[in-house]
């Protein structure tokens, strides 16, 4: 190469921009640090603490019936939406995809365990769907930077839960993450605005460690009639007929009013109304409850 | 001749192209000059994860969640709170590495240019975290205290091995760190939990904080807590607490300890 | 002069609002079939080689809006329209009849386009009573069936309509496009709004549950139960069976209320002012009453067989 092509070159790489970014690739572990028995063997029937639903969430998930998983075929493989996987059987892979031409970030694709789903997030400024197009469990997601976080908005989801004991989340849902990495930790932040069924955003946060070592196996899942019921049948619980709203009540010595959540519950202050709190002599529900195999009952 | 002028032409209309450098902006005189973000303020915690560890003591024996060692299981089946308030203890779930998951409310100040201050108005305890503190201030400090000695820094741009480098496939400056990292030893032992789930005095915690404003304006921070503390823990125990910011000091109830 | 040129430039912008109010967008399906978004509900087209199907032609204000979505997917975009199917009798449903086909018809008699609907459409129309008979409505109809499924191929795919007996209405029809693997649904499912039963035009509850159960049974989803056989709904956003088991569900549950209220002896307002689908009514638009109502006459009379 003569002098003269090295000057150019030099002057034409010098002042460069840079590329501001943060890299999520990898797999990742969850941490059941947090409600390791509500998110690793499920939460208890009529257990709606920590969440600001209102009374149409309230009796929805009073109507739930367990049942409905089994006995209606469609339930059996339907998969947590995108902003619930996060808090399920969450381990997890995470690649960028670079376009070839012009190396610039387009997107991130997730793989979860559960029912293998998986995610795109662009970040190609593309729009999301219009309001009549199909909705899907992982939702239409986009994201921008906010320096070295990356928030994410999704919406197009799907009907789901807020949590699997028959609390709703809406299909007008907009959930909106932000992911931070720190190191080979992962925090992601999920807020939840849902107009039909919370009466404030619901916010939670989850923790992933980077485990190079992680295999994803198959989830798999395959439908099909398990119980002799009439075609059609969708267990439900008659207003007011569930049995067993108050068994958490009972469990944990809680008032039965705050087991029923709402956004009141959430606050410091609601601390004040829970005289009547007793609690049971000695743990023996979850006492220990880290991962899948030490989450035992007794 | 005609070579050089040629270059020198090339040269002046990348030049003028790629125009002059930035000016490089003065660094900061101090951390709080240096903040990325702004934590001041008045926040709430939102207790939507962990409800029945959090908003109420839980039964003894309860340590869903948390991985502790067989030592730390045996330490927290002895928690008696009578025995820590006849001993003056009540503040031992109070520690560092426990008093953002009470739920409670915080003040965050700038106590002095370097100096992040967080008040917390549930046992009444007060955090400093030092910018620019050298370490061996931290472990000149002698025994240790609830909120032990916190060494914080607004976090660096992620790097890759060597330093930044422009050009083709170089190693490159990452994006702008909005958050804060915060490393406290030299804690005095404590509780993880109301019920009595230990740390040890050797516990290392490291914190994240990350600020975020939410689609209705409301900002909100998370902070992500790593406690390591081998003795009791059989892996680092991290969770991540959220907190909203209030316009003002309602509800900001100063209240002392409780050890039940 | 400047005011002038505001004032026109604003008109525009308002015009432009209006226009996007009444326009009917364009919305892919799979294989030859497409969705066609419009203010009075769903249009589901079916296009190729020999021609196009139309399923619900909406109104006749808005058949020139339609016929311009058709053009746009057409190829040629003269292709004519020879089969129009009606899902029911309701007017945003069939009164475009007429208009769209004399905007996208053929004139060669050979390509005469054919209107299909179930028998108890057409004899609806024609009944005598007040503000039954739609007179036009009734006789842009030109072919009816009364054995189910009707059914021909068209375009590489068989086409089937199948009668959905006292559901939203006792002529009721769903079109299944076999090899695109779409469902047309027309208004027995309607993921929005709680659904109408027509309870004078021979609708029930019962009907319609086991009209959302034939559409289940038809739809196979695609993995992990999402995609697979998409189904294009009277009102609202496109489906597939998820969606339409979380509709089916709704009408099961809040049926199921009403039952149990009727059979401790509830009168209608009494089981009105219950509020049997209260943790619904912010999710689903229309009269909660109005559709308790139904839900609970549909009961109390028992089903002719």
């Known amino acids: 190469m003569s002098k003269a092509t090295v000057l150019v070159l030099s002057a034409a790489l010098w002042g460069a921009p840079a590329f501001a970014q943060v890299d999520f690739s990898g797999e990742w572990a969850p941490l059941y640090h947090e409600n390791g028995p509500e998110r690793l063997p499920g939460p208890e029937l009529g257990d709606y603490t920590e969440l600001p639903i209102n009374d149409a969430a309230r009796l929805r998930a009073d109507s739930w019936d367990a049942d409905r998983i089994s006995v209606v075929e469609q339930y059996q493989c339907r998969p947590h939406g995108s902003d619930y996987a996060l808090r399920g059987l969450g381990n997890m892979r995470v690649w960028r995809e670079i376009d070839p031409a012009t190396q610039r970030l387009v997107g991130f694709h997730t793989h979860m365990l559960a029912w293998d789903s998986e995610r795109t997030i662009y970040m190609d400024g593309r729009a999301h769907p219009p309001e009549y197009a199909n909705h899907t469990w992982q939702g239409f997601s986009t994201a921008v930077w906010e320096g070295n976080m990356l928030t994410v908005t999704t919406t197009h989801l799907k009907e789901n839960y807020l949590r699997r004991n028959g609390v709703p989340r809406s299909d007008q849902a907009i959930v909106t993450e932000h992911w931070m990495r720190h190191g080979d930790y992962l925090t992601v932040v999920t807020v939840i605005d849902d107009p039909v069924f919370l009466t404030e955003p619901l916010v939670r946060s989850d923790n992933w460690y980077l485990d190079p070592g992680q295999h994803i196996g198959i989830f798999g899942c395959e439908h099909a009639p398990e119980l002799p019921k009439p075609e059609g049948a969708v267990p439900n619980h008659l207003p007011g007929t569930n049995p067993y709203l108050r068994e958490v009540s009972e469990w944990y010595g809680l008032p039965y009013e705050a087991t029923r959540g709402g956004a009141e519950t ?33 | 001749m005609t070579k050089y002028l040629l270059t020198w032409v090339a040269v002046a209309t990348a030049y003028a192209q790629l125009g002059p450098a930035p000016a490089k902006p003065k660094p900061p005189r101090n951390a709080k000059e240096a903040a990325p973000v702004d934590f001041t303020g008045y926040w709430v915690s939102v207790v939507t994860e962990d409800w029945r560890w959090r908003m109420v003591t839980p039964a003894k024996g309860d340590f869903a969640s948390i991985p502790l060692t067989a030592e730390g299981r045996k330490l927290g089946n002895a928690w008696d709170p009578a025995k820590d308030e006849a001993a003056g203890e009540q503040c031992r779930a109070y520690g560092a590495p426990a008093v953002m998951r009470i739920p409670g409310r915080l003040h965050l100040t700038w106590a002095d240019d370097n100096t992040l ?23 000149q400090s002698g025994s240790g205290t609830w909120q032990g000695y916190s060494i914080a820094q607004w976090e660096p741009p992620v790097r890759g091995v060597q330093s930044p480098q422009q050009g083709l496939g170089a190693t490159r400056e990452g994006a702008r ?43 909100w921070f998370v902070v992500t807590t790593i406690v390591e503390d081998p003795q009791n823990l059989t892996e680092p125990f991290v969770t991540s607490t959220n907190f909203k910011k209030q316009r003002d000091a309602a509800g900001f109830s100063p209240a002392a300890c409780s050890a039940r | 002069m400047k005011l002038l040129t505001f004032a026109i430039l604003c008109g525009s912008c308002a015009w432009g609002q209006v226009q996007s109010q009444d326009a009917v967008h364009v919305f892919p399906v799979q294989g030859n079939v497409s969705m066609l978004v419009g203010p009075g509900g769903n249009t589901t087209v079916q296009m190729g080689k020999e021609g196009i199907v139309v399923v619900d032609t909406q ?55 054919r209107v299909i609907t179930h028998e108890n459409v057409l004899n609806r129309l024609v009944a005598a009573g007040p503000g039954q008979a739609r007179v036009a409505d009734a006789a842009s109809i030109n072919d009816t069936y009364f054995r189910s499924p009707k059914d021909f191929l068209f375009n590489g795919e068989a086409v089937m309509v199948y009668h959905i007996p006292a559901a939203h209405t006792d002529g009721d029809s769903i079109v299944l496009f076999r090899r695109s693997d779409v469902i047309s649904s027309g208004d027995i499912f309607t993921p929005d709004r709680y659904p109408v039963i027509d309870l ?49 569900d709704m009408v099961a549950i809040i049926r199921d209320r009403v039952q ?44 002719k067989p």
Not at chain 2, 118 to 138: C, E, M, V, Y
């Open chain 2, 177 to 219: 760190g909005r958050s804060l990292e915060v490393v406290t030893t030299l804690l005095r032992p404590g509780y993880l939990r109301k019920n009595g789930p230990p740390y040890s005095g050797n516990t290392v915690l490291k914190e994240f904080f990350d600020l975020s404003v939410e689609r209705n304006g409301d900002p």
């Open chain 3, 260 to 303: 149990d209220m009727l059979k401790k002896g509830m009168a209608l307002e009494q089981v009105k002012a219950a509020k049997p689908s209260r943790d619904y009514d912010t999710q689903y638009s229309g009269s909660p009453d109005v559709f308790v109502e139904s839900i609970y006459k549909s009961l109390a009379t028992p089903r």
């Open chain 3, 59 to 113: 109104t006749a204000a808005v058949a020139p809006q339609v016929m311009a979505a058709i053009r746009k997917l057409a190829i040629p975009p003269d292709t004519p329209i020879i089969w129009v199917i009606n899902t029911s009798l309701d007017a945003d449903h069939i009164s475009g009849n007429e208009a769209l086909l004399r905007l996208g018809g053929s004139n060669e008699a050979s390509l005469r386009a």
């Open chain 2, 117 to 139: 201050q967080i008040d917390t108005d549930q046992g009444t305890q007060t955090r400093l975290l030092h910018f620019g503190a050298s370490p061996n201030k931290s472990t």
């Open chain 3, 200 to 248: 004078a035009n021979g609708g029930s509850v019962q009907g319609l549950l086991d009209g959302l159960n034939k559409i289940l049974e038809m739809a196979v989803a695609g993995k992990y139960q999402e995609g697979g056989t998409f189904v294009v709904p009277g009102h609202g956003r496109l489906c597939d069976e998820a969606d339409v088991v979380e509709f089916r």
């Open chain 1, 266 to 298: 959430l606050y410091p202050e609601y601390r004040l109304k829970l005289n009547s709190y007793k609690a049971p002599p000695k743990c023996d529900r979850y006492c220990t409850c880290t991962t899948l195999f030490d989450c035992q009952l007794r």
